[in-house]
């Protein structure tokens, strides 16, 4: 189905390092696998796009998973001077959604990322789901739920290339299968009660919560800071980061930055 959808990059968005199974195929035509589902959608310009799906799976799964009911166009009155870096990043990143993506391969994402490339998340993820996850079609696979991931031998999941975090997933995979923390109803509470429950799982601290917050709860004040936002607040930011001027939006500038950031340094 074909929709009109203002002020959304698709390109930048899928390289955005927020999910890692949404692949550029080539410049017009993008594959995400979520909801054990395997979705094509092709940019077609002028605001046109091509979602290779129904209306209603449209609608009861990918305007929330894009965040489309959002007026991104907003932030533009909360920048700051145009010569201003955040306005520069604003600028470079504009059109790029913060994703609503599925908590446990969300959890799983993020404890896999900590000290590995984007191309090497995906491949750590692909091989997974490769391994462990149900088949969707004949070469797309669905991503294992928590009781696949636990019950999976440790050989196993070495082999999908996930080095010293194998304890990390699988014993996360198990506290979620049992019911120590419920993914879905952790989903309910105020922001400093999620990141609590978030932190109760092997490998997750301060900044992978954030980022599990931001990418699959939605809480636009999580404000994940890594490498490259540190890089930032260092050369751009020494007095500080204006936080109180993006409340209710500081994770999307925080993506803005970390885009731009890694533009300058010509990594996406």
């Known amino acids: 189905m074909r929709v009109h959808i203002p002020d959304f990059n698709l390109k930048l968005t899928a390289n955005s390092g927020q999910s890692f199974r949404f692949y550029e195929v080539d410049q017009h035509h993008f594959e995400i696998i979520a909801f054990r589902r395997r979705l094509a959608i092709s940019d077609l310009g002028a605001d046109m796009f091509d979602f290779d799906c129904s209306p209603n799976e449209f609608e009861q799964i990918w305007q929330s998973y894009f965040d489309l009911q959002r007026d991104y166009t907003k ?105 120590i923390v419920d993914e879905s109803a952790i989903g309910a509470l105020a922001d400093e009660q999620l990141e609590e429950e978030l932190l109760k799982l092997p490998g997750i601290g301060r900044k992978v919560a954030a980022c599990i917050m931001l990418f699959a709860y939605q809480r636009m004040d999580s404000f994940p800071i890594d490498v490259w936002i540190q890089r930032v607040f260092e050369a751009e930011f020494q007095d500080g980061f204006p936080f109180e001027q993006f409340q209710g939006v500081s994770g999307i500038i925080q993506q803005y930055l970390f885009c731009y950031a890694r533009h300058q340094a010509g990594r996406g």
Do not use: N, W
Request: with cysteine; net charge positive.
């Open 75 to 179: 932030l533009e009155g909360m920048i700051p001077h145009p010569d201003s870096y955040i306005a520069k990043a604003y600028s470079y990143a504009k059109g790029l959604r913060i994703l609503r993506q599925e908590a446990f391969e969300t959890v799983i994402a993020f404890i896999i990322s900590q000290r590995k490339s984007i191309p090497a998340i995906k491949g750590c993820m692909a091989q997974l789901a490769a391994r462990f996850g149900d088949p969707i079609d004949d070469k797309t696979f669905a991503f294992p739920t928590p009781a696949q991931l636990a019950a999976a031998d440790e050989a196993g999941l070495a082999a999908c290339g996930l080095g010293y975090r194998v304890k990390y997933v699988k014993g996360t995979a198990k506290m979620i299968a049992d019911g």
